[in-house]
């Protein structure tokens, strides 16, 4: 049986919406087969043009008694809630999804949002952290 949600219960509604309206701008506007970096630059230029604000390759260092082990890059944090992770494939991998999700957990945001520009399209992942 499918699941019912109603959009009160979505977390960031509207900006969700925003930044996926960004990103079809931008594949409309390009089209598929081009570096990741590329698709990265004019989502940036789109998100600037819908005044949202972001950083771009958001530093984020894993931590463990107080010490830094290792360190993440995001693509985007947008308006301070949600990650924005791009891709460039046919699909998702699990190491896609495990990657984000990690995102999630180390930082405790509540929203990423998974970008795929797909040679047939853009194609979206909202991910959840439950914790």
Do not use: W
Not at 16 to 23: L, P
Not at 26 to 42: L, M, S, T, W
Not at 57 to 66: D, S, T
Request: proline share 4%; with cysteine; aromatic share 12%.
């Amino acid at each position: 049986m499918p699941v019912v949600v109603n959009k009160k219960d979505l977390l960031y509604p509207e900006l969700s919406y925003q930044i996926v309206g960004c990103a079809y701008d931008v594949f409309n506007e390009i089209g598929f087969g081009h570096p990741e970096k590329f698709y990265q630059r004019a989502l940036a230029e789109a998100l600037k043009s819908k005044k949202l604000s972001f950083t771009e390759q958001l530093y984020f260092p894993v931590k463990f008694n107080e010490k830094v082990i290792g360190k993440m890059y995001f693509d985007f944090l947008v308006e301070e809630k949600v990650i924005i992770e791009l891709k460039k494939n046919s699909s998702f991998s699990k190491q896609n999804i495990d990657q984000v999700n990690q995102y999630l957990k180390t930082t405790g945001l509540k929203l990423a949002i998974l970008i795929n520009f797909s040679p047939t399209g853009v194609i979206c992942k909202r991910m959840v952290n439950e914790i």
